[in-house]
């Protein structure tokens, strides 16, 4: 690590924000961290960094990491945030690091006005001062434009006012209270506790929250499957059943993966390390690469030939960013799936992602099953076909097909090397054979000598005849071996020059040889088949002439018994020469189950006693019995090898599909670049979250509607904005610079400023019925949004698709809203309205008899809540109460043939709160399929005080006059009444 001590020669002081309390409870005490820095600070050893910002200190203690701000006095730090010290905290202190040392000791203050005046400081300067000397000697960074380095450093401050607002979500949030725990029997996963708890009522959890049990912070886990009221947690490490409370609360734990992700992909803009080279001009100078498309791309299905086909072949050929504007129901999911798949034929890799797992497995749902496609992520958080494609999954089934493949190959190698070594015994056996057969034709020979002695002795004259056959023999046999050596050497020259003859400068020379040593061969061959038959007629004289001495000495007492001793060898040599045989024929089956067996089948004695196929048949013996070890070592080790071939597998991928943020934190992922990044719903992606992706492809489509909700809603940035106020931390020009950011993506920011050719919107929906469509179409799209819809088929309740129930006809103290207070958990949840939450859980209670698929969306958690215990009460099923009950946020994205939406708000003058947000009304009216109910206080509504707010319910209600059905509650009420009593 490249470090520069520095001595700090007074005491610091630090002051913990308030987030920064909720962000580290209840596992570390700010001010306990701020003590670990001053005893690491005693030491020397107390690691910082001056990082993005100029005046952020980051401080690196044993198990965290600080974000220290100068306070404007200069005495002091503020710190702003801190999460758990990892990875690549280790990396940036290795490019380089302040080691800071203080004998006066670093101290926690609750207050700014509690620091002793003139006594602090936080010696900024000679920190400074100091970084400039890390930064000579660490690696130097690329020169960037002013305005991309200024670029840069805003997006730092972004990221740094997300974390803040999630800290505030996250202190905001309720305990989630539970009133039983249940043991499961699912998978353990390493030994992790995983156990099903049944809440008090739903809660706003989603599957991969990590919580821990409230009383016991230590106690973490990760929601593994959401049911209605029953959460499934799956803790990080064993838990005893007997250590969970029967009732309980958790908390969730807030987590700056996120953060993190989006720090790293700034720095790798910084030092220009995009796999795209321009991307940091195509976002910040909006300077994008003129290009023309390709007619000629057609898509694999059906685009509808306006809109959808000029995005199809548009994406194929931009060079660098194209934007693609869809507006609900106008076939986005289809559009990325024709895209995907045309540049997977390309031999392109695509990357699909999206900042919810949702919506990346929206896409996935419809790729096509010949796509290599494969899912980086948390089984958790995965949902329907997407599960399937997990890459943990395609190496299950990867190693169930290479344990089926080599399943015979083991089987039959098996018997090389188990325990019984059968192959071994068979060749053994032929080793003790062959070790017979020597011994008894040696004997054999012995008592054949025995008897021409005996045969000289009593008939010399028939001795000299069986000497002289015995000589021919022996020279006839001397002359064949020298005959079969010298063939086997111009076999060997004429097959050498053979296979040179066919290229080369010298093949002529080559083919000339070979024609040269195939003559001589022949002559060898022609000379060793005459010499081979004199050999035969030898042997057969010489049996003769023996037989012959046999006949006339046989009878000689000396005679008789050398021929027993002799016949009685031969037949022990003819068994073993059977046994031999028989071995060899066990081995070469045995062989032959692997592969095709290279030895003949053999007889012959002499062909048997040959050492060289004893040799050969222990060389393949041993190296089956290798190949059986080794194969059954890799089959029982393939698991050892998982996470390799995991990269393996996603490197070879036709399409990769991961959260934005998953792409960073997914080890897998790890520096793999891609040829095209698909971001679907890009208008809810923050800038820092989208820049994620973006760094590791060389083109981008970004698919989105900024008509929907965006990243951050404007209430969440407005108290931002309070906090930074009240803190001092930021100037309030920046304050507002970031604020615009967050509330608005960079897909909206991008759409109206880039070329024409680089962005497209579809303009045929499909969803929704022409009624609301149009309505959809003029308050949101220019009008210039067309419908495609088979029609409206009838409703019991309304007249039209698109219909509204107005609760101004009661009278005020009857349809007015009510705070909601903050509850048992110490926690606002907005407004309720309690003749609307009536008349919604009425209207879906008759409405249960006609749709199936039906949802009601609020815009408070307390509406929903009041909602979902009357509904709880008149259907019964709890389950699909929660599934079908949520507040806009929730909706987003999804679809139903009915959707009722009430707005809650009903007062005398004209406040409409955050519905004043006009993009939630967008998220709402736009997911149904077959009819639409909004119920609602139309004089509240029309004349509310935001003025886009006030315009907007008033074109709402033309059109609901003209083509909908707008309709008093009473006489709503009445209808229901007599569909509940039969009489429609």
């Known amino acids: 690590m490249t470090s520069v001590p520095v001595f700090l020669p007074g005491p610091v002081a630090v002051v913990p924000s308030e987030k920064v309390y909720a962000r580290l409870a209840p596992h570390t005490n700010p001010l306990r961290l701020i003590e670990e820095m001053g005893r690491l600070a005693w030491a020397g050893a107390l690691p910082a960094r001056i990082e993005d910002d100029p005046g952020r200190l980051v401080v690196y203690t044993d198990t965290h990491v600080a974000w ?69 000697t660490e690696e130097r960074r690329p020169l960037l434009p002013p305005h991309h380095d200024a670029y840069l450093d805003l997006m730092t401050r972004v990221i740094d006012a997300g974390r803040d607002i999630e800290d505030a979500r996250q202190q905001d949030a309720p305990p989630i209270h539970y009133r039983r725990k249940e043991s499961t029997r699912e998978e353990r996963y390493s030994a992790r506790g995983v156990y099903a708890f049944r809440l008090l009522r739903p809660a706003p959890l989603t599957v991969g929250s990590m919580v821990y049990l ?7 886990g990760r929601v593994r499957r959401i049911n209605g009221t029953e959460v499934v947690v799956r803790f990080e490490t064993a838990v005893d059943y007997g250590r969970i409370p029967a009732q309980g609360s958790f908390m969730v734990a807030s987590s700056d993966r996120v953060f993190r992700a989006q720090s790293d992909a700034v720095e790798t803009l910084r030092r220009t390390g995009a796999v795209n080279p321009g991307l940091l001009t195509q976002l910040v100078d909006r300077r994008l690469t003129p290009y023309r498309t390709d007619p000629g791309h057609r898509p694999r299905g059906a685009l509808d030939p306006d809109s959808q086909l000029s995005a199809f072949q548009r994406a194929l050929a931009v060079p660098d960013l194209l934007l693609i504007l869809g507006p609900p129901g106008t076939g986005k999911t289809r559009t990325i799936t024709e895209i995907a798949v045309a540049c997977t034929a390309r031999q392109e890799r695509v990357l699909v992602t999206s900042h919810t797992n949702r919506a990346v497995d929206n896409v996935l749902e419809q790729l096509p099953e010949d796509l290599f496609v494969v899912r980086v992520g948390n089984e958790d958080t995965v949902t329907g076909r997407a599960r399937g494609l997990m890459v943990e999954k395609h190496f299950l089934a990867m190693r169930e097909r290479i344990l089926a493949a080599t399943e015979g190959t083991a089987s039959r190698l098996a018997v090389f090397g188990d325990k019984e070594d059968v192959a071994g015994r068979w060749l053994a056996h032929l080793g003790d054979a062959l070790t017979e057969i020597r011994t008894a034709e040696r004997e054999e020979h012995g008592h054949t000598v025995a008897f021409d002695e005996v045969v000289r002795r009593l008939a010399p004259a028939l001795a000299e005849r069986i000497t002289a056959a015995g000589s021919r023999m022996t020279s006839a046999h001397a002359t064949v071996e020298r005959l079969t050596a010298r063939a086997r050497g111009w076999e060997r020259r004429h097959t050498a020059a053979r296979d040179r003859s066919n290229s080369g400068i010298l093949a002529f020379l080559h083919r000339w040889l070979a024609g040269v040593w195939q003559g001589r061969l022949e002559v060898v061959l022609r000379e060793l088949a005459s010499v081979r038959e004199e050999l035969a007629q030898a042997e057969t004289a010489l049996d003769a002439e023996r037989a012959e001495a046999e006949r006339e000495c046989g009878a000689h007492p000396e005679a008789s018994r050398v021929l027993a001793v002799r016949d009685a060898a031969r037949r022990r040599c003819e068994k073993a020469t059977a046994d031999a045989s028989g071995a060899v024929r066990m081995i070469r089956t045995m062989i032959e189950t692997v592969v095709p067996s290279p030895y003949e089948p053999m007889t012959d004695r002499e062909q048997l006693t040959d050492p060289a196929v004893y040799d050969r048949l222990a060389r393949t013996l041993a190296l089956f019995r290798a190949r059986a070890g080794i194969l059954a070592e890799w089959r029982s080790g393939i698991g050892d090898v998982e996470l390799d071939l995991q990269r393996e ?64 809603l404007d209430e969440e940035v407005r108290a931002w904005g309070d906090g930074l106020a009240r803190e001092g931390t930021l100037p309030p020009a920046a304050a507002r610079e970031v604020g615009e950011l967050l509330s608005r993506s960079a897909f909206e920011r991008l759409y109206g400023e880039v070329p024409p050719e680089h962005r497209v919107m579809l303009t045929m929906q499909r969803r929704m019925p022409r009624e609301i469509g149009e309505f959809v179409s003029a308050a949101f799209y220019d009008g210039v949004l067309r419908t495609d819809h088979p029609g409206w088929t009838g409703d019991p309740v309304f007249t039209s698709p698109f219909a509204m129930v107005d609760t101004s006809d009661r009278p005020v103290d009857e349809r007015c809203e009510e705070p909601d207070g903050r509850g048992s958990d110490g926690n606002r949840r907005g407004y309720v309205n309690a003749l609307e939450a009536d008349l919604v859980v009425r209207l879906v209670t008759e409405y249960t008899r006609y749709y199936q698929d039906w949802a009601v969306i609020v815009p408070y958690r307390a509406q929903a809540e009041r909602i979902r215990a009357g509904l709880a009460r008149t259907l019964g099923d709890s389950t699909e109460v929660a599934d079908n009950v949520g507040t806009v946020d929730s909706f987003q994205g999804g679809e139903r043939d009915l959707i009722v939406y009430a707005f809650t708000r009903s007062n005398t003058h ?26 609602g206080d139309v004089a509240t509504l029309s004349a509310a005080r935001d003025e886009g707010f006030r315009r907007l319910m008033r074109q709402m209600l033309d059109h609901l006059r003209r083509v909908g059905d707008l309709r008093p509650s009473a006489e709503v009420a009445e209808r229901l009444g007599r569909l509940d009593d039969g009489e429609v």
């Not at 490197?651 to 520096?671: E, H, N, S, W």
């Not at 004209?910 to 639409?932: C, H």
């Open 649 to 712: 597998l996603v490197r070879y991928a036709d399409v990769v599909a991961a959260t934005c943020i998953g792409t960073a934190t997914a080890k897998l992922l790890a520096d793999l670049e891609f040829d095209l990044v698909i971001v679907d719903e890009a208008g809810q992606i923050s800038t820092p979250n989208l820049l994620v992706p973006l760094v590791r492809g060389r083109r981008t489509v970004l698919v989105g509607d900024h008509q929907q909700l965006p990243p951050y």
């Open 910 to 935: 004209g406040d409409v709160g955050f519905l004043k947000e006009l993009r939630r009304l967008n998220v709402a009216v736009s997911r149904a399929k077959r009819q639409l109910v909004l119920v």
């Open 68 to 136: 220290l701000f100068v306070t404007q006095r200069g005495d002091a730090y503020r710190l702003g945030s801190a999460s758990l010290r990892g990875f690549r905290d280790e990396e940036r202190l290795l490019r380089g690091a302040l080691l800071l040392q203080s004998a006066s000791g670093w101290f926690g203050f609750h207050q700014l006005r509690d620091i002793p005046p003139g006594r602090m400081s936080a010696h900024w300067p000679l920190l400074r001062h100091a970084w400039q000397n890390v930064n000579r």
């Open 214 to 220: 409230a009383d016991q912070p230590d106690l973490r």
